[in-house]
C-alpha cells in the first residue's frame, strides 16, 4: 500500500486525496448515532413475548381451531405501530445528527480547508487544538498537546503528545495545537477495536428499563412451567379431548404474557424523541429522557453555560510601571493559538501584530488554568490569580469580574497586572433554573472561575446561592465532605468535577449534568444524564446523552415534562398489562389443582385485551401528562395492577363453583372480565377527564356489541335473567372490594407519611 508523508504546509494533493478514495484507502465513521432500519424491524419482531405469541399460535393453528389464532392480530398490530415508530424515531434522530456530524481541518494543496470525519484518508495531516475530539489515530508532525484518554484508557490524567507521539481516537485536547498525520482509518482504529469489547461504556440508568426487564425474567421462568403443569391438570385430570385441553392452556399463556408491554414502552419513548427533535433536542440515548424526569440533582457548568462564553475585556490594571503590559500582553496573544472563549476576548482588546516569537509556547488548559510563553528569558504567565503566583493580592472588589493576573516567572513572581473580563448572562438561564428549584430539584454550579464571580453571576440570573467553596483549596477528601451540603464549587479542575458527580451519585443522588466546554467532559461522562449545549467542544458534544442543538436552556424543562409523560403515562398503561398478566398466573395456579375446565378460550381474551388493554394503554401512553415522578416504578404499577388480578380472580372463582354450564361459565367469566377491566381504566385515570369518559364509554359500548352480537365467534351463550343478575352481584362485590382497598391505601400512606 502506497503512503505519503507530506509536509504539513502542503498536504496531500487533489489527486493523492483521489488515489486514496480510490484504493478504498477514506475513513467511515463507525459510530453510528442510530439502529439501522433492519435491526429495528428484526428487533421488534423477534421479542421473547412475539416468539411465544407465535409458539402458541402454532399450536393453536395443529389442533384446527383457526378462530382462536385471532389473538395473533393484536400481536401484528402492536408490533407494526412500534416498528413504524421507530423508524420515525431514527428519520429524526439521524437527521438531526447529520446537521452536527463531526468536522475537521485539514491541509490539502496547501490549504486549510473543513471536511466531515468521513471524507478523510489515510495520511491526511490534521490540524487539532483544544477541546477536539481525536478522530482517528495520527501522529504528531509538529506541535504539542495534552491529551485526556480517560475514555479508552480509564486514566485521567492529561498526556503530553509531541512530535512523534500516537494520538488514539476516542481521547480528545485539552491543551495546545499541532499538526498530526492519519496513521488509522475505519475499523483500523483504537476507538473502533476497543468499543467491540465496550471499555468504559456507561450504564444506562433506567428504571423502566430495569423494571421491563425484571418483569420479562419473572415470566421467562414462570410462564411454561406453570403451563405445563395447567395442561396435565385440564387433560390428564380432567380426562379432555387433547384440542380442548391445548386450548384452555394457551389461553392461559397468552393471558400471562404482556405481550405489548415493551412494544409499547419502545414506542412511547420514540414518540418522546419525535417531540423533542422538533424543539431542536437530539436525543442520542432513547433512555435519557426517563432519567432526567427522575434527576433530582442537577449541575451546571458557568462559562458557555450559564453564561454566553463572550468574554469581553472590561479594564486592564498595571501594578508594576517597570513592565509594558500592552507590549506583553501583545507578544502572548500573538503567539498563542488557543481559541478558548478567554483568549478571543484577549485577542480582540489588545489586537496582536508585529510580536516578537516566543521561544516555547506555554497553551492554556483546564488543569493549569493558566497560559503563557517564555521570552528573551522572561517566562510570562497570565491566568487564574490562585494558579500564577502565591502571593495573595486583595481582588474582592473585582468580584464582579473574570480576574487574570499578569506574572513575570522569571523573577520571582513579579505581578505586573490584571485583566478583568466580564461575560454576558444567559437571561434564560435563570428562568430553567427557577423551574428546577419550584420541582424540588438540588441546583449544583461546578466551575473553573472564581467562587465569588460565580456568585455575583447568580446573582444577576435573580438567584440567592451564596453556599459555595475554592475547590483549589480542598484536598480530594474535603472536596467529597462539601458535595452534599455545597450549592457553587468555584476554581474546579476537570477531574474534581468528575469527583463531584460521582460521590453525588454514591449519596444516592440521580444527576444530571449540562456543560459545553472540554472541561466539563469527565463530568458530563459520570453523570446518569448528560446535556451539552452544540455551540460547545466537539469532545462535549460526542460523550453527551442529549444535545441542545440550538443551545436554548428553554428546553430543558421540555425534556424533563417529556420524560415525566412517559414514566407516568408507562406506569398508568404498564398497570393494565399486568392486571391481565396477575390474574392469569393466579388462574392457572388454582385451576392446576382443582376439577374444572380453564374458563377461557384464547379468541375471547383477544376481545378482552384489545378493548381493556391495547387500545386504552395506547391512548393513555400519549397523553398529556407533567406530574411529577414519584415512587418506585414496580412497586407503582403492582399497586395499581393486583388489586383489580385479586378481584377478576375472586369473580371467576365465585362463577366456577356456580351450577352452570362451562359455555355460560366462560361468558360471565369473560363479562366480569371486561366490566371490570373497565373500571380499572376509570381508576387509572381518575380523575377522569372528559375524552377520558369518551374513550372508556366507546369502548365499553364495542364490548357490549361484541358480546351480544358475535356470540358464535367468541364461543358465548345467550345471556339470560339469572346471568344478568349475576354479574349485577359480581360488579356490586367488586366494586366494594375496590373501596375496602383504597381505604387501607389511604390509611397506610397516612401512618407512613
Not at 489515530?137 to 498526556?159: A, H, P, R
Amino acid at each position: 500500500m502506497k503512503r505519503f508523508n507530506k509536509d504539513i504546509t502542503i498536504g496531500l494533493t487533489s489527486k493523492e486525496v483521489n488515489y486514496q478514495i480510490e484504493h478504498n484507502n477514506i475513513n467511515i465513521d463507525t459510530t453510528i448515532p442510530t439502529k439501522s432500519v433492519s435491526t429495528i424491524i428484526l428487533s421488534n419482531i423477534f421479542t421473547l413475548f412475539n416468539i411465544l405469541n407465535l409458539c402458541l399460535g402454532f399450536i393453536v393453528f395443529l389442533t384446527g381451531s383457526y378462530k382462536n389464532l385471532l389473538f395473533l392480530g393484536t400481536v401484528l398490530t402492536n408490533t407494526i405501530i412500534s416498528i413504524v415508530q421507530e423508524l420515525r424515531a431514527k428519520k429524526e434522530v439521524d437527521t438531526l445528527s447529520l446537521m452536527c456530524t463531526p468536522k475537521v481541518n485539514v491541509i490539502r494543496d496547501s490549504k486549510e480547508i473543513e471536511i466531515g470525519v468521513n471524507d478523510i484518508v489515510l495520511d491526511d495531516i490534521i490540524k487539532y487544538k483544544i477541546g477536539n475530539q481525536i478522530v482517528v489515530d495520527s501522529i504528531v508532525l509538529d506541535g504539542t498537546i495534552e491529551v485526556n484518554e480517560s475514555f479508552i484508557t480509564g486514566e485521567s490524567d492529561s498526556i503530553t503528545k509531541r512530535k512523534g507521539d500516537t494520538l488514539l481516537s476516542g481521547s480528545f485536547v485539552v491543551s495546545g495545537n499541532c499538526y498530526a498525520r492519519v496513521e488509522h482509518i475505519k475499523e483500523d482504529n483504537y476507538s473502533s477495536k476497543i468499543s467491540k469489547e465496550a471499555k468504559y461504556v456507561k450504564k444506562v440508568n433506567s428504571v423502566l428499563l430495569d423494571s421491563l426487564n425484571t418483569i420479562i425474567k419473572i415470566l421467562s421462568w414462570v410462564i411454561i412451567p406453570l403451563g405445563l403443569l395447567l395442561f396435565m391438570n385440564q387433560y390428564y385430570s380432567l380426562n379432555n379431548p387433547l384440542s380442548t385441553a391445548v386450548i384452555n392452556t394457551v389461553a392461559a399463556l397468552i393471558a400471562m404474557i404482556p405481550e405489548g408491554l415493551v412494544l409499547l414502552t419502545s414506542t412511547v419513548l420514540a414518540v418522546s424523541v419525535i417531540r423533542l427533535s422538533k424543539k431542536k433536542v437530539l436525543v442520542k440515548q432513547l433512555y435519557c429522557i426517563e432519567t432526567l424526569a427522575r434527576v433530582d440533582t442537577i449541575c451546571f457548568d458557568k462559562t458557555g453555560t450559564l453564561t454566553k462564553g463572550d468574554m469581553e475585556v472590561k479594564k486592564v490594571i498595571t501594578l508594576n510601571d517597570k513592565y509594558d503590559i500592552k507590549e506583553i500582553m501583545n507578544n502572548i496573544c500573538g503567539n498563542l493559538e488557543d481559541d478558548n472563549a478567554t483568549m478571543k476576548a484577549l485577542k480582540a482588546y489588545f489586537k496582536p501584530k508585529n510580536f516578537e516569537k516566543a521561544d516555547e509556547i506555554i497553551p492554556f488548559s483546564s488543569d493549569k488554568k493558566y497560559s503563557g510563553i517564555k521570552l528573551n528569558k522572561d517566562k510570562f504567565i497570565v491566568g487564574a490569580p490562585e494558579f500564577v503566583t502565591d502571593k495573595k493580592i486583595d481582588l474582592d472588589k473585582y468580584d464582579n469580574y473574570r480576574v487574570l493576573m499578569l506574572v513575570n516567572k522569571r523573577h520571582k513572581d513579579t505581578i505586573i497586572g490584571l485583566i478583568l473580563l466580564e461575560d454576558k448572562i444567559r437571561e434564560e438561564a435563570s428562568k430553567t433554573i427557577k423551574y428546577f428549584i419550584r420541582e424540588g430539584v438540588d441546583i449544583k454550579i461546578i466551575s473553573g472561575d472564581n467562587p465569588k464571580t460565580i456568585r455575583n453571576i447568580v446573582k444577576r440570573l435573580g438567584l440567592n446561592f451564596n453556599n459555595y467553596v475554592d475547590a483549589s483549596t480542598l484536598s480530594d477528601e474535603e472536596l467529597k465532605d462539601s458535595v452534599d451540603k455545597t450549592t457553587i464549587f468555584g476554581r474546579v479542575t476537570p477531574f474534581q468535577k468528575k469527583i463531584i458527580i460521582r460521590e453525588l451519585k454514591k449519596l444516592g443522588k440521580t444527576v444530571s449534568m449540562v456543560g459545553d466546554g472540554v472541561n466539563d467532559v469527565l463530568a458530563l461522562k459520570e453523570s446518569d444524564c448528560s446535556i451539552a449545549l452544540a455551540c460547545g467542544s466537539e469532545a462535549a458534544y460526542n460523550v453527551s446523552d442529549l444535545v441542545l442543538l440550538n443551545s436554548d436552556f428553554t428546553s430543558i424543562p421540555s425534556i424533563v415534562e417529556e420524560g415525566r409523560r412517559t414514566i407516568n403515562n408507562i406506569e398508568k398503561s404498564a398497570s393494565l398489562f399486568i392486571v391481565k398478566t396477575g390474574y392469569a398466573i393466579m388462574l392457572a395456579l388454582i385451576f392446576m389443582l382443582i376439577p374444572y375446565n380453564y374458563p377461557f378460550i384464547p379468541v375471547q381474551l383477544t376481545l378482552t385485551n384489545a378493548l381493556t388493554i391495547g387500545i386504552p394503554s395506547f391512548i393513555l401512553a400519549l397523553e398529556p401528562n407533567k406530574k411529577k415522578v414519584t415512587g418506585n416504578f414496580l412497586t407503582n404499577v403492582f399497586r395499581k395492577a393486583i388489586p383489580t388480578s385479586f378481584i377478576i380472580v375472586l369473580s371467576i372463582m365465585i362463577i366456577t363453583f356456580l351450577p352452570l354450564d362451562f359455555i355460560e361459565k366462560s361468558t360471565l367469566s369473560l363479562i366480569t372480565v371486561g366490566l371490570v377491566g373497565f373500571i380499572h381504566i376509570y381508576r387509572v385515570c381518575y380523575p377522569p377527564k372528559r375524552y377520558h369518559l369518551i374513550m372508556i364509554s366507546m369502548l365499553l359500548t364495542i364490548f357490549i356489541m361484541g358480546v351480544l352480537l358475535f356470540k358464535k365467534l367468541f364461543s358465548l351463550s345467550v345471556i339470560n335473567f339469572h346471568m344478568i343478575i349475576t354479574i349485577i352481584i359480581i360488579i356490586g362485590l367488586a366494586i366494594t372490594i375496590f373501596n375496602i382497598f383504597d381505604k387501607i391505601k389511604k390509611n397506610y400512606d397516612i401512618i407512613k407519611k
